[in-house]
């Protein structure tokens, strides 16, 4: 092949790579409510807590976050494990602004916003996103000690060891 057919190539491919669709994670035209409302009966039912991801597609963050604890073993193992996930979209097509005014607006810590849920639906926690990065993503052992920290076994000894 010639220097120009190289060329050719490369520039093709090039664009093909900038054509893909962004990743999208979360879904605008979603019921959040009703979406957590399964989620809470499952964890629930399985012992678990419900974690929603609050953000958008949009979000670069939101779309790191989404990438590590998908693409990392052990993070992915916990939030198996110990949660029911549920991605909540704010975005302009939709803020779900009304469902989110329920949790005591955890859109004020940024996006994304993590936001922890018992069986019962009842919040327990708030996670503000940016205590979690480390350089240009997310802290592995961060992320691993938060989503260890709210579990239901991890609430069970801390209340074990303090009665």
């Keep these: 092949m010639n220097k120009l057919s190289l060329l050719v190539i490369s520039m093709l491919l090039c664009l093909g790579a900038f054509a893909q669709e962004p990743v999208k994670i979360y879904n605008p035209l979603a019921d959040a409510k009703a979406e957590v409302t399964a989620a809470t009966i499952l964890a629930k039912a399985e012992g678990k807590r419900v974690f929603l991801q609050i953000g958008g597609n949009w979000c670069p963050w939101c779309l790191r976050f989404n990438k590590l604890v998908h693409e990392d073993a052990t993070l992915d193992s916990l939030l198996k494990a110990n949660y029911e ?70 609430m069970r000894k801390t209340i074990e060891k303090f009665k």
């Design 85 to 154: 996930v549920v991605k909540v979209n704010y975005s302009k097509e939709n803020t779900n602004s009304t469902f989110l005014a329920t949790l005591d607006y955890p859109q004020r810590f940024g996006f994304p916003v993590f936001v922890i849920l018992d069986g019962d639906g009842k919040r327990i926690h708030t996670q503000d996103s940016g205590l979690l990065e480390d350089g240009l993503g997310y802290g592995q052992k961060k992320v691993a000690t938060m989503l260890t920290m709210w579990s239901v076994d991890a």
